[in-house]
């Protein structure tokens, strides 16, 4: 009796010690390069947070079963808010993070790279945009589009197609990703003569009725109105315009990717929406193809810019570590030494876009795609 209960006792504990080492289902090998990161896995922005977290789970197991580099991936909820990201980055640093995915979204990010940038490990965040992130620190990098790009972008791309002469702008000014955008999008404008007729904004405490940003626009005669921000907020507004019968072309960013799955959101009011991103997923290129496919039968859902984007972050750091000889014995900054060095002068393919390139500035060159909204599902224009 006193044997059978030791050797149940021994089965319960390699039990748990497997346990212990899966994350997302995923069992790691000895000798796995720890990545960690941080983002909104529950709250008002979880939708983000959530596609970074599991995309990255993906791109992890097929990178461990392919047999070369190993990762062991962690993350930690947010909420988006920057003070408890910076707790729960030091979560992962506690647990032996070695190179980091830093935050999902900007202001959170914006605390965490400091602290990366103090502790010397290398962060490639996937969707957190504010120039600040990268701005003065050589070792942290972003794979989305800065705000900047995103501004420019967008305007240069409403003149090339001749959606509008006369726009409106609504934007957050609490808020430095929206705030960022809004800025070069205006000066872009001023560039390209297209005339903004309406600059109205809002902040958190009055980000539920934009009845008077809404007549405003209206009254100005837009023909097109530009939505810097995320897609809740983004929401209300095309809810309470199509109340009133406003209906301009509507122009967003990537931080609207993602107002498709918004629960109690009427997604026939998104119907002719634009927006610029590196990814389409139902684009028939083989690879992205796959990932869409994987996701969906994983998830349940399709894949949205960010959960691409942390896709593409973790292959680069595979591409990366392989090129550098990286191991797991190594420390964090003499991994971020080699990182550094890797991610300015290596080309990357992904699927968020080809012949990706990283400046010393830490901000990356790819080429943004246009689409448009059609029968509840994003078509690509380019």
């Not at 969707?127 to 942290?140: E, Q, T």
Request: aromatic residues 10%.
């Amino acid at each position: 009796m006193k044997t059978s209960r030791k050797i149940l006792s021994m089965l319960m504990a390699v039990a748990m010690i497997v346990a212990l080492a899966a994350v997302g289902g995923t069992a790691y090998a000895d000798g796995a390069i720890k990545i960690g990161g941080t983002g909104p896995l529950t709250g008002a922005a979880a939708i983000y947070g959530n596609a970074v977290k599991n995309a990255a789970e993906i791109a992890v197991e097929e990178i461990n079963a392919q047999g070369g580099v190993q990762f062991e991936l962690r993350y930690e909820d947010d909420t988006h808010d920057a003070e408890k990201a910076v707790n729960a980055y030091n979560t992962l640093k506690d647990w032996g993070m070695q190179i980091s995915l830093s935050s999902v979204t900007s202001k959170p990010a914006e605390a965490t790279s400091a602290e990366s940038f103090a502790d010397r490990i290398f962060a490639l965040t996937p969707s957190a945009s504010a120039v600040a992130v990268v701005d003065g620190k050589d070792n942290v990098f972003q794979l989305c589009f800065a705000d900047p790009n995103q501004g420019s972008a967008s305007a240069q791309y409403i003149v090339d197609k001749g959606l509008a002469t006369k726009v409106a702008v609504i934007w957050k000014n609490d808020d430095v990703y929206s705030k960022g955008i809004y800025e070069t999008f205006k000066a872009a404008c001023e560039e390209l003569g297209l005339e903004i007729v309406s600059d109205t904004t809002f902040a958190d405490g009055n980000n539920t009725d934009f009845s008077v940003q809404i007549a405003d626009a209206q009254n100005n005669g837009a023909e097109l109105v530009f939505l810097p921000m995320y897609y809740d907020a983004a929401s209300l507004i095309l809810t309470q315009a199509d109340a009133t019968g406003f209906y301009p072309y509507w122009f967003g960013v990537d931080g609207m990717d993602g107002i498709l799955s918004l629960d109690g959101f009427d997604t026939e009011l998104a119907e002719g929406v634009y927006l610029l991103t590196p990814f389409n997923a139902d684009s028939e290129d083989e690879r992205t193809a796959a990932f869409v496919a994987k996701y969906q039968e994983k998830f349940g859902e399709i894949p949205n810019q960010f959960a691409a984007d942390a896709y593409d972050c973790v292959y680069a750091y595979a591409q990366a570590c392989e090129a550098a000889g990286i191991t797991a014995d190594m420390s964090a900054e003499d991994i971020c030494a080699a990182m550094i060095e890797q991610f300015t002068t290596m080309s990357y393919d992904g699927i968020t876009g080809e012949g990706m390139t990283w400046g010393e500035d830490g901000m990356v060159t790819k080429s943004p795609k246009g689409m448009v909204i059609e029968n509840g599902a994003y078509v690509g224009l380019d």
